[in-house]
């Protein structure tokens, strides 16, 4: 089946720090791949996405590039603030092996300090 | 900006008790989801629904659990008999379609349901 791994949290940086989360998936057939924030108090957002190998998911100073070689697709951004600070997810749909429900990781909790 | 809600943001009840959640999602949605997160553990699919029916669900969403959408907004999740392992956050999500540019789910803010 269809599976997240996600780097254990917390992840606790300086402001202006650079930061990667990492994250690997296992899927049987062509999944969509997505990092989704929880800000305290509120629900999961979408931050970023990407459909297919070698695209580039960005938003918001994040960036994660989807690779099927390695199978991974890790968030990272060059200058963390301290509005960042929230719980990420990395997530896989895959519509022909599992429809549309999405399969997410454990989730990783940032810390940025000012 | 349209956004789904949910309520109430924290339930407490009793083992075996009844309880319902409720979530409004984004008006012109058509496909709706539930999730659960038990404290500490991964965010784990339980069911979606379109056209009145359920399209999919896990094995975690026995008969112990139902869904409707009983008047055109709303989305409710029950659970009949609450368990004590049925403590969890739980997120509704919407979604204007399947597959394509607008299949982008949203999701609530999550009702925290405490079972003692």
């Known amino acids: 089946g269809n599976s997240v791994t996600q780097m254990e949290g917390p992840v606790t940086l300086s402001e202006e720090a650079f930061l990667t989360i990492n994250c690997t998936y296992t899927a049987t057939g062509y999944p969509s791949l997505f990092w989704y924030v929880q800000y305290p108090g509120e629900g999961l957002q979408l931050l970023l996405k990407a459909t297919k190998a070698d695209d580039k998911g960005s938003n918001k100073g994040f960036e994660a590039t989807y690779r099927k070689e390695t199978t991974s697709f890790h968030l990272e951004k060059g200058s963390v603030q301290v509005s960042d600070s929230a719980v990420y997810f990395c997530a896989l749909s895959d519509r022909r092996s599992s429809g549309d429900k999405l399969t997410f990781g454990t989730g990783t909790r940032l810390a940025v300090r000012p | 900006e349209p956004e789904v809600t949910q309520t109430p943001s924290h339930q407490v009840t009793q083992m075996g008790q009844e309880v319902i959640l409720r979530c409004v999602p984004i008006?012109?949605?058509?496909?709706f989801y539930w999730y659960r997160q038990i404290l500490g553990q991964k965010v784990e699919f339980l069911v979606s629904?379109?056209?009145?029916?359920?399209?999919?669900k896990s094995e975690i969403f026995d008969d112990q659990f139902s869904v409707e959408r009983p008047d055109g907004s709303n989305f409710t999740l029950k659970i009949r008999s609450t368990k004590l392992e049925d403590s969890a956050m739980y997120f509704c999500?919407?979604?204007?379609?399947?597959?394509?540019?607008?299949?982008?789910?949203?999701f609530g803010p999550g009702t925290r349901l405490t079972v003692l």
């Open positions: 999500a919407s979604s204007e379609s399947r597959g394509g540019p607008n299949n982008e789910q949203f």
């Open positions: 629904f379109y056209n009145n029916e359920i399209s999919e």
């Open positions: 008006s012109n949605h058509l496909y």
